[in-house]
């Protein structure tokens, strides 16, 4: 479904900063399958989100959307397919848009745009529904400023608004790292039902092995730019955070980032 | 102020809010800092008047001026979000290649409109109302019709998606926005608008001159900002409607300059009360606050002694 | 909101309050004059119009009362400053430059209005012919005689076959005078040579496209050109051109020769088309008026440094001669 070949991803190429990113990635998602990433800081995790993206370009490699290569596709272009929710909740909403524009810009993310009103009252009804499955009490605070809104309220409005429209690919960049444990965890539990219930393809990464495993079909990690592991199924669920480690010792040197092994 | 001068402060204060809706466009819906503005200010002047005295149509005369301040507009921005050129650099670009094609439209650097048909003549054949009232009741109606379509167009789908590409470019790609063209489209508009200004002042000054584009960013950056600074911008209506007071209000300030025996003050000293003018209006809101602030906590405490 | 609606507020009444509070002190007669921007040439006029009322026994204070505005530049000014004296409703407006001029003909319809300095008051629209002017507009202008100073330059150098123009295209009197001197040149067998000078900083540039090019230059009455004049007169030093000039100041400075005007004198004509309305003739009535009074300055040494004699002939008819 979602398809990686080869990406190699250096950035500062030819600068004395210069730093290979991905080397030679490659990676296959089938439809439906949950994906965690996770890695070290530098892994390239960052970068494969937005390489799919179309953030990022590639030097060599391709990107493949079921058997459309969307490789030198603009980010636009490719948002009628794939969603996101970025890391920084100030990122992913427009804080001086009120909660209802914001909504009517993500539902408007698959269509061609008119010059018909933007925020209609036809849609008023489908935005208050959604908003309610959250239990923030934000169903009635539509005409607020999103700006008004704390970090974990517009996270929660952001997963809302990247499921507003089917897409075929969703992508989540450390969407709970900005979060304080309690809202974190919120937040993952709606990501979580959201994917189930609308069987969606999803990348999520994070930097916690913990919250890798806890969710998802499949978990791989990355290192150096290029894939350490790739564990799903059965092997997966009987794993604790331990066996990941000890699965990465066996090809690697020591792993040493702390937020990484402790969290 | 004699009432000549009042609604000759209105009237010019009408035609400028057009420059002052077109730099809220730029400067605070795209945040692009647009310095086009004061070539395409002349440009819209040189087309119209030009055409004019060519024999068009005035209305028609007009409608080329607009495009032609478009076609002005998306040039900086297609040198920004191709090109790369920083906005800044890229208007100033645009504005100084816009002097000599002004001086080619114009052939020389001064057409004069005095005595010719124009858009407004019809305004002069009203018995009931003198001109001076007339024109500016007239330019009146029209901003607030240009003021109507503004709002309309930035509440659609496409104007949310504008905005949207202002405050936050790469939130808006994610959701499927084409901010290249967003830019182009709202610098297009923008500089539209500017030269719409520009056409009307020429036909109602009685002629289009190549230095008159000088100082219009300045003068519509001011509009937006004391506007902003005294009403309110909770709304996007409101927020253009400050605009509008502000490019009023600035023409009344420099009647009121003008009329020497009040203050001593002279029409050479209006830079000067400009300046003076965006600085209070940029430091009114947090003089404001804390006046507020300060009042709040007397009131506080003389209620606290009240009630005790 | 209340705070900024009671300042919304209390400004409404300072602008109404401020049309009422003014008395306009008790004068015979009242001159308004509203110039472009300041500068030495519209300053001598203005000072000029002034000289010749006083003469005739209006002084500022007594029983004249003076207003005096500039626009620094800014046309939208300009159109404010001819809406405020529509409305002040003044004996004669004074119009010192051609945007000035045209802001007042187009806002301050039923005022008398005697416009200065002004290159080409038909080009400019504000009257439909020299001897046709409006019934409330009629002026002075100052269109240099070209066709006298093709004349003199040919005079002064029989052999010279090409003359060079150096000028601001961006200055609509400049414009207006090369016009014409393409339109003398070859009847007094001249071929003209323009260099064009957008910025007082391009002007030596300008005149280094000229050299080899042509015998001798011409330097119009173009406020760029004419700041920045040293410039060209050390160029032409070097390569010994000789410089003639449209005004009398620049021989001052070097330039050889001038059969110029100055405009203190144009403004002191203007003052008597103003002081002719000020007792009672309608503007209607008086034809537009050109430079009247031609001195000639001649700067002999400069002539050296260029490389040309000037002959006695010459130098005894010139009303000054520079040492």
Known sequence: MIRVENLNVTFNEGTPLENPVLRGLSLAIPEGQFVTVIGSNGAGKSTLLNVVSGEVSVQKGQVYLGEQEITHWPVHQRASQVARVFQDPLTGTCESLSIEENLALAQARTKTRTLSRAAKKAFRSRFIAKLRTLQLGLENRLTDKIGLLSGGQRQAVSLLMASLQPMKLLLLDEHTAALDPKTAKFILELTDEIIRSEKLTALMVTHSMKQALSVGDRTIMLHQGKLAFDVEGEARSKMGTQDLIELFHKNHSELDDDALLLS | ?308 | MSIRFSTFALFLLTIFSAGATVHAAPAQKYVAITQIVEHPALDAVRKGVKDVLSEAGWNEGENLKWDYQSAQGATATASQIAKKFAGDNPDVIVAIATPSAQAAVASARNSNIVFSAVTDPVGAKLVKAWDQPSKNVTGVSDLTPIDLHLAFIKEVMPEAKSLGVIYNPGEANSVSLIKLVKQYGPTHGLKIIEAVSPKSADVQTAARSLLGKVDVIYLPTDNTVISAMEGIIKISEKAKIPVFAGDTDSVKRGAVAALGFNYYEVGRQTGVVVKTILNGKSPKDIPVQGIEKTELFVNPKAALRMGLTLNADIISRAKEVIE
């Open chain 2, 1 to 308: 102020m004699n009432s000549f001068a009042f609604f000759g402060a209105l009237e010019t204060g009408f035609i400028f809010a057009l420059v002052a809706l077109a730099v809220f466009i730029s400067f605070r819906i795209l945040d692009f800092p647009d310095l086009t503005v004061d070539g395409s200010f002349p440009l819209g002047a040189a087309v119209a008047a030009s055409m004019i005295v060519a024999g068009f149509n005035p209305f028609t005369a007009t409608i080329c001026a607009c495009l032609a301040g478009a076609a002005a507009g998306s040039v900086t921005a297609w040198l920004n979000v191709k090109l790369k050129i920083l906005h800044l650099l890229a208007s100033i670009l645009t504005m100084i290649a816009l002097y000599s094609i002004n001086l080619r439209i114009m052939d020389g650097p001064n057409k004069a409109l005095l005595g010719v048909d124009t858009l407004l003549s019809p305004l002069d054949n009203i018995s009931a109302v003198p001109y001076y009232i007339a024109y500016p009741i007239a330019f009146g109606l029209f901003t607030a019709f240009i003021l109507a379509l503004v709002i309309w167009f930035l509440q659609s789908e496409i104007g949310l998606a504008m905005r949207a590409t202002g405050a936050n470019p790469r939130m808006a790609r994610a959701n499927g926005v084409n901010t290249s063209r967003m830019v182009i489209l709202g610098m297009a508009i923008s500089n539209a608008l500017v030269a719409l200004a520009g056409a009307l002042f020429a036909q109602s000054q009685g002629s289009a001159d190549v230095t008159m584009g000088v100082g219009v960013i300045v003068i519509g950056l001011a509009s937006v900002i004391g506007g902003e600074a005294l009403l309110s911008t909770r709304t996007l209506l409101k927020w253009a409607l400050a605009c509008v007071f502000g490019s009023v209000l600035y023409r009344m300030v420099i009647a009121l300059a003008l009329n020497g025996e009040m203050f001593g003050l002279k029409a050479q000293d209006l830079n000067l009360i400009t300046a003076v003018l965006v600085t209070l209006a940029i430091v009114a809101p947090t003089l404001k606050a804390k006046t507020k602030a300060k009042l709040n906590t007397v009131l506080n405490s003389k209620t606290k002694q009240a009630q005790e």
